[in-house]
T-cell receptor, first 116, second 110 residues
């Protein structure tokens, strides 16, 4: 079984300040982990993914995430927020193997608000 | 670019109607998925298919069925729509470990 918990339902930051979106996971297998972003009235877009290579993963638009096995965490960060980062972000874990290959479990989502 | 399309962006149906949501992908992917998205709940998996005519239940299959007659097309069926099925429905296909999502269908059941 696998699950994902996003620790904050809403995060509010000022433009130019750092962003931290927190995610904890549980998985029976070595997981693959993802962050997706969804802008208002837009489809889901992949930000970055971890698939057992480097633990620090760089994604698009300046975002990165660090896989910490000991803490079962995969927090998303960005050094400096931009107004265009305002969106909903989903942390996702993927199962491994068999016919469940590619089955994703989503967190509840974190809405990021960026103030001028 | 991978393209996943869904037949409707918005749909309004009445309670008890049979509803078909269509999804088509153009990259010959074997695995396809149907999710529903509700505020505060993220995306929840309804059904998935890993080959033509093959299907598996996801986490919330009750009230839904699916059809995969051709590799590129995966249909979600609401046999008798109910108001609690009002939601955003998202289709996806997979390449490697990356899922590609369609734009979604926002369904309102009155």
């Amino acid at each position: 079984a696998q699950s994902v918990t996003q620790l904050d339902s809403h995060v509010s930051v000022s433009e130019g300040t750092p962003v931290l979106l927190r995610c904890n996971y549980s998985s029976s297998y070595s997981p693959s982990l993802f962050w997706y972003v969804q802008h208002p009235n837009k489809g889901l877009q992949l930000l970055l993914k971890y698939t057992s290579a480097a633990t620090l993963v760089k994604g698009i638009n300046g975002f990165e995430a660090e896989f910490k096995k000991s803490e079962t965490s995969f927090h998303l960060t960005k050094p400096s927020a931009h107004m265009s980062d305002a969106a909903e972000y989903f942390c996702v874990v993927s199962s491994a193997g068999g016919t469940s290959y590619g089955k994703l479990t989503f967190g509840q989502g974190t809405i990021l608000t960026v103030h001028p | 670019d991978v393209k996943v399309t869904q037949s409707s962006r918005y749909l309004v149906k009445r309670t008890g109607e049979k509803v078909f949501l269509e999804c088509v992908q153009d990259m010959d992917h074997e695995n396809m998925f149907w999710y529903r998205q509700d505020p505060g709940l993220g995306l929840r998996l309804i059904y998935f298919s890993y080959d033509v005519k093959m299907k598996e239940k996801g986490d919330i299959p009750e009230g839904y069925s699916v059809s995969r007659e051709k590799k590129e097309r995966f249909s979600l069926i609401l046999e008798s729509a109910s108001t609690n099925q009002t939601s955003m429905y998202l289709c996806a296909s997979i390449e490697g470990e990356t899922q590609y999502f369609g734009p979604g269908t926002r369904l309102l059941v009155l």
